[in-house]
Nanobody, 118 residues
Framework: QVQLVESGGGLVQAGGSLRLSCAASGIPFSINDMGWHRQAPGKQRESVALISSAGNTDYADSVKGRFTISRDNAKNMLYLQMNNLKPEDTAVYYC????????????WGQGTQVTVSS
């Protein structure tokens, strides 16, 4: 059974930091491309940060220089370090796993709420 479990969300003041974690099980984690996505109220879900199985990273322009995505393949863990948070970062943050085997596999976590107060 595939599980992606996010943690680390919460309420923080603008300028503060949070570190999100995603614990993965039931998937071949090391060969997965992983990502963090977010969805604010009334808005579409958007990609925040991606890290490939090879460790290559990509960020949305809105978070470049403030967020850092990383992974620990030995622990099947994905992380998102968020610094200098802004009220517009308020959203539910989701972990996503993606790999191509005999078909495309995509899985989502249940999300963790991040609220940034001004």
């Amino acid at each position: 059974q595939v599980q992606l479990v996010e943690s680390g969300g919460g309420l923080v003041q603008a300028g503060g930091s949070l570190r999100l974690s995603c614990a993965a099980s039931g998937i071949p984690f090391s060969i997965n491309d992983m990502g963090w996505h977010r969805q604010a109220p009334g808005k579409q879900r958007e990609s925040v940060a991606l890290i490939s199985s090879a460790g290559n990273t990509d960020y949305a322009d809105s978070v470049k220089g403030r967020f850092t995505i990383s992974r620990d393949n030995a622990k099947n863990m994905l992380y998102l370090q968020m610094n200098n948070l802004k009220p517009e970062d308020t959203a539910v943050y989701y972990c996503k796993a993606r790999w191509i085997g005999v078909r495309l596999y995509e899985y989502w976590g249940q999300g963790t709420q991040v609220t940034v107060s001004s």
